[in-house]
């Protein structure tokens, strides 16, 4: 495998369901981010790890939540979802938190 | 506010039909540019970063430039292959994105 790799690429799940996304970049990056892409708007910064230290959470509901155990390695988890966070999540890595990131195919997410 | 601004929202050219993306931005203390292409159903491939004023950088029928307040990506003689969407994204205090130009190349 080389890049960022996410899996799941798709992931259907009801509202009380309990689901994790896995994202691992081949890189040697120190830094990983979560972003949310919906249709027709920009992507929104979710989570930055740098050095597996959590640096930023952009006021992001409490039923995500990341964890990065390793700087090769960046997880979300989700329970209790809603409808509205339907949506492509996309996980990328970097260098530094300061240079330009490499993203993974996304992991496309449907809550029913 | 910090805002970057994508235009137009969306593009059809004929094949060979030179054409340019525009990115504009209003943030503080830019201290990086970067184009990215997104095809459907995949993440954004990196294509350009850009730092300072008057900067170019060309890959082949792509060529990205940048002022102190836009970014232009030019797209010479495109082919139907570059059809995808593209995304603009400046770094100032962090990474602000924009909604993206979505080109479609008509053979």
């Known amino acids: 495998e080389t890049g960022v790799t996410q899996t799941p690429r798709h992931l259907v799940m009801g509202m009380t369901n309990k689901k994790s996304l896995k994202c691992e970049q081949h890189l040697g990056h120190n830094a990983m981010y979560w972003y949310k892409q919906s249709a027709k708007k920009p992507l929104e910064l979710m989570f930055v790890y740098s050095l597996e230290e959590r640096v930023e959470n952009n006021s992001v509901p409490s039923r995500f939540s990341p964890e990065c155990p390793n700087s090769s390695h960046l997880f979300l988890h989700l329970h209790t979802l809603q409808p509205e966070d339907s949506a492509l999540y996309l996980c990328?890595?970097?260098?530094?938190?300061?240079?330009?990131?490499?993203f993974g195919p996304g992991t496309r997410l449907l809550v029913l | 506010e910090d805002q970057v601004t994508q235009s137009p929202e969306a593009l059809r050219l004929q094949e060979g039909e030179s054409s340019s993306l525009n990115c504009s931005y209003t943030?503080?203390?830019?201290?990086?540019l970067f184009w990215y292409r997104q095809d459907p159903g995949k993440g954004p491939e990196f294509l350009f970063t850009l730092y300072s004023a008057g900067e170019e950088k060309e890959k082949e029928r792509l060529k990205a430039t940048l002022t102190k307040k836009e970014s232009f990506l030019h797209i010479t003689a495109p082919k139907p292959e570059d059809s995808a969407t593209y995304l603009c994204?400046?770094?100032?205090?962090?990474?602000?994105f924009g909604t993206g130009t979505s080109l479609t190349v008509i053979p």
């Open positions: 994204a400046v770094q100032a205090n962090q990474f602000y």
């Open positions: 943030v503080s203390g830019l201290r990086g």
């Open positions: 990328a890595s970097s260098p530094s938190s300061e240079e330009t990131q490499y």
